[in-house]
């Protein structure tokens, strides 16, 4: 309890646990819609913003973010096309951000930067201003998925028949891609990209196996991340190691046990959409 009293560890735990709360509803969106892939595209994309910004001398944070939004509008503008070949064009502009983002650090004079820093962040150094900003985070996720949840399962579980009964699945799609967009490059300067992936995936991955709705399923999800992040930060302060790599590592393990363990009565969220679809409910 007395490394609690230190500044930094309580930036890192606050920072830790506002990562997880959005990681936790934005992964769980990704997971049953199935793009976890995109997702991975819009972060490693993310290096090209950093490096440009980086080469023209402005915030790396508006750099990242302007780029991050542009490539993720185009990918779902080119999965919404043509689904069939979207993982092919989404590999490549993965590929050509990372290229670009590193030629441009390379073409800047006189500035070495440590791109281990961007995999995996440097969550005990997070300034408090930083925290700030994954509440106000936070606070527009919540907002955007309480306001458009039922559409948004909608259009997650069966995106056709949704679209049939008026739901703005191309306006919903897009906008949950600039929220990968604006939360990955948020939380990648505090957790770092690695991380983020993992708690995009990992958790609600674990969390949809017990789960009977997308609510229950984000709740888990939030609190598996949490916990994570808290085993992660005491692990990695007692045996002096790379925190995020820690946390990574205990949410891996978290994972390995899922396969091993299932619950004896599963019931996907998916049959339950099917009986009794949200947008056909009342209320």
């Avoid at 670009?100 to 201003?129: E, K, T």
């Avoid at 909608?154 to 306006?171: C, F, H, I, N, Q």
């Avoid at 990955?184 to 300067?189: A, D, G, H």
């Amino acid at each position: 309890m007395e490394v609690l009293k230190l500044e930094f560890m309580q930036n890192a735990l606050f920072a830790g646990l506002l990562a997880g709360i959005a990681c936790g509803i934005i992964g769980c969106l990704v997971v049953v819609n199935r793009i976890v892939f995109i997702t991975g595209g819009i972060a490693h994309a993310t290096y090209g913003g950093i490096g440009l910004a980086i080469f023209l001398g402005i915030s790396p944070f508006t750099g990242g973010l302007g780029f991050s939004l542009a490539v993720a509008i185009i990918m779902a503008l080119i999965s919404l096309r043509n689904k069939r070949r979207a993982d092919t064009v989404i590999g490549v502009l993965w590929a050509i951000g990372m290229a670009v983002g590193i030629i441009f650090i390379d073409l800047s004079p006189g500035y070495n930067v440590d791109l281990m820093s961007y995999l995996f962040g440097s969550i005990l150094a997070v300034p408090r201003s930083d925290i700030w900003l994954m509440l106000a985070l936070d606070i527009v996720i919540l907002g955007v998925f309480g306001y458009f949840y039922k559409r948004l399962v909608a259009m997650s579980y069966d995106d056709e028949y949704a679209a049939l009964m008026g739901v703005p699945v191309k306006m919903l799609y897009i906008l949950l891609l600039a929220l990968i967009a604006i939360s990955v490059v948020v939380i990648m300067r505090v957790v770092g990209l690695i991380l983020v992936i993992a708690l995009f995936t990992i958790s609600p991955y674990i969390a949809e196996k017990y789960s009977r709705s997308l609510k229950s399923m984000i709740l888990v999800s939030v609190g598996l991340n949490m916990t994570f992040t808290l085993i992660g930060l005491w692990l990695s302060y007692t045996f002096n190691l790379t925190s995020g790599a820690v946390i990574i590592l205990v949410a891996g393990f978290f994972f390995l046990v899922s396969l091993v363990f299932k619950p004896f009565q599963k019931r996907k969220i998916r049959e339950q959409y099917e009986e009794n679809p949200p947008y056909l409910r009342s209320g």
